[in-house]
């Protein structure tokens, strides 16, 4: 039988300039997407719930959880890299590591001497990226200068993700649940609309079903729809 991944964005945050937790309205948020989500399971069907590896979307991952197994049996969330945000590449002594941006902010305040230290294209896209309106947009729209992750290698970790779900033997429709974050959510969007369509709402539900022919899926999103290849 086929699987249903429903992409959720977390709650809302006071910022994103560390890695807090959602504010009393993100709980709200999450405990009314798992309202909703809720009234398309039947007693019975297996769920699943990851979150990308972030406090605010543990935490959007619990609250849904805590909300769901009232009704349902589902195993505890679970931490899931493939469902991370777009990733910040820091280049320090020599090497390189990934960290969400929220994890970084810290290394680009006016002045910083890590800053300095990078070259000119890559340090101006750290800078518009942290002064823009829309960082998220900024992200997809501007080369990095390996500064950031491609919106691509994002797209291809969830992708990678939504094949391993469905190709998933089943005897019963299957429901995963998967908290993430706006940047991998607006680079599927992309993929599956052909243009970013901006930022999702705190708790908005991306869901992607199977389609008949192998690896293609149905996505929905508030209301379009659109047939796309994983």
């Known amino acids: 039988m086929s699987a249903t991944i429903y992409f959720v964005r977390h709650g809302e945050v006071e910022h994103h ?6 504010t009393e309205t ?3 948020q999450a405990r009314r997407a798992a309202d909703a989500l809720a009234a398309g399971f039947r007693p019975g069907e297996p769920l699943v719930i990851a979150h990308a590896p972030t406090q605010r979307t543990y935490e ?6 805590s909300r769901l197994a009232a009704h349902f049996p589902l195993p505890p969330p679970q931490p899931d890299e493939a469902l991370a945000n777009v990733r910040f590449i820091l280049h320090t002594n020599g090497s390189a590591h990934l960290a969400e941006p929220s994890l970084t902010y810290a290394h680009f305040a006016p002045g910083s001497a890590y800053l300095d230290s990078q070259p000119p294209a ?3 896209f750290f800078r518009n990226f942290w002064t823009s309106r829309d960082p998220m947009g900024y992200w997809l729209a501007t080369p990095s200068a390996g500064g950031a992750e491609l ?3 994002v797209l291809h ?5 939504a094949r391993e779900i469905f190709a998933a033997p089943a005897a019963d429709p299957s429901h995963h649940i998967l ?9 599927l969007l992309r993929h599956a609309f052909g243009h970013d369509p901006g930022e999702p709402d705190f708790c908005g539900i991306v869901t992607l079903a199977a389609a008949a022919q192998p690896r293609r899926a149905r996505l929905s999103y508030r209301h379009a729809a659109a047939e796309v290849e994983i």
């Open 60 to 65: 959007t991952a619990a609250a849904i959880h």
């Open 179 to 187: 908290v993430t974050h706006s940047g991998a959510l607006r680079v």
């Open 122 to 124: 890559r340090a101006a």
């Open 26 to 28: 993100g709980q709200a």
């Open 17 to 22: 300039r560390a890695d807090v937790g959602l």
């Open 157 to 161: 970790r969830l992708l990678t993700r």
């Open 151 to 153: 919106p691509e290698a």
